[in-house]
Nanobody, 128 residues
Framework: QVQLVESGGGLAQPGGSLRLSCAVSGFTGHYYAIGWFRRVPGKDREAISC????????YYGDSVKGRFTISKDNDKNTVYLQMNNLKPEDSGVYYC?????????????????????WGQGTQVTVSS
């Protein structure tokens, strides 16, 4: 069974940095893309960034462009999100998700991918 396990969340000051990690395990085959999503109470889930498996093309949401960087280590089956110049509005629960093209009903469509396998999330709080 596929598992995505996030780590690296915590408390940061405005202008500070955090690095999130997501380790993927328990799968055969491959995923088409993997990315990060944010959920804030009272708001819809927001796409933050993703990276395509085929060509490593990266995508970013408008709110994080120029501040966040996604990368992955294929040998470790791990994807990272480097978050710089953090703002209070970056606070939320960050979820890692991958496009395995399953029949899951819990999915998010973004940039042509269907993110359908989710981690448990990691809390990020940006506050002084």
């Amino acid at each position: 069974q596929v598992q995505l396990v996030e780590s690296g969340g915590g408390l940061a000051q405005p202008g500070g940095s955090l690095r999130l990690s997501c380790a993927v395990s328990g799968f055969t085959g491959h995923y088409y893309a993997i990315g990060w999503f944010r959920r804030v109470p009272g708001k819809d889930r927001e796409a933050i960034s993703c990276i395509a498996t085929s060509d490593d093309r990266t995508y970013y949401g408008d709110s994080v462009k120029g501040r966040f960087t996604i990368s992955k280590d294929n040998d470790k089956n791990t994807v990272y999100l480097q978050m710089n110049n953090l703002k209070p509005e970056d606070s939320g629960v960050y979820y890692c998700a991958a496009d395995f093209r399953t029949s899951s009903r819990d999915y998010y469509l973004w940039k042509g991918y269907k993110f359908d396998s989710w981690g448990q999330g990691t809390q990020v709080t940006v506050s002084s």
